[in-house]
T-cell receptor, first 110, second 113 residues
């Protein structure tokens, strides 16, 4: 089955800096890659997603890049703010199932 | 618009007791899912329902059963709870089951003593 590795497990940045979270996947048939943000006591919330026919997607301060050849994808958050502090999960899908990474706990300090 | 609603939010059970977790969505989605989230393990798929009337096993189905009651509701049942089933359970839904965004509820925190 699909195996998704996510790094780093924790990340601390200063407000205004950029944050980058990286994921790799094993199944070359995976073709959908969402990113979720989870705040304490809440369910995961979709923040951005990318499909295998696209190399990069941007939404305001958030961008995702995909390298199908290397089987890795990354989340980039620019101009970080304290409210960006949360756990972020990447996932990869070949159809019905989302296979999640183990999460990155992001702390943005003022 | 409530999205995905899960009940209850918290529950404590004794080993061997049974329990049904409820999930309902108001987005007219065809597909629904149950995940469990454990520390350091991410989210793992228990069961899913691609459409009303169908259910399939996910990565960790042992010890669970599901029912797709209608298009809106998808329940998860623990017949004989075990301490290893202590977890946070999330329900999700998507428009259909082919690479569509999944929308999650806020979870049920279940402790089994």
């Amino acid at each position: 089955g699909e195996n998704v590795e996510q790094h780093p497990s924790t990340l601390s940045v200063q407000e205004g800096d950029s944050a980058v979270i990286k994921c790799t996947y094993s199944d070359s048939a995976s073709n959908y890659f969402p990113w979720y943000k989870q705040e304490l006591g809440k369910g995961p919330q979709l923040i951005i997603d990318i499909r295998s026919n696209v190399g990069e997607k941007k939404d305001q301060r958030i961008a995702v890049t995909l390298n199908k050849t290397a089987k890795h994808f990354s989340l980039h958050i620019t101009e970080t703010q304290p409210e960006d502090s949360a756990v972020y999960f990447c996932a990869a899908s070949t159809g019905y199932a989302l296979n999640f990474g183990k999460g990155t706990s992001l702390l943005v300090t003022p | 618009n409530a999205g995905v609603t899960q009940t209850p939010k918290f529950q404590v059970l004794k080993t061997g007791q049974s329990m049904t977790l409820q999930c309902a969505q108001d987005m007219n989605h065809n597909s629904m899912y149950w995940y469990r989230q454990d520390p350091g393990m991410g989210l793992r798929l228990i069961y899913y329902s691609a459409s009303e009337g169908t259910t399939d096993k996910g990565e960790v189905p042992n010890g669970y059963n599901v029912s797709r009651l209608n298009k809106r509701e998808f329940s998860l049942r623990l017949e004989s709870a075990a301490p290893s089933q202590t977890s946070v359970y999330f329900c999700a839904s998507s428009r259909d089951n082919e690479n569509q965004p999944q929308h999650f509820g806020d979870g049920t925190r279940l402790s089994i003593l």
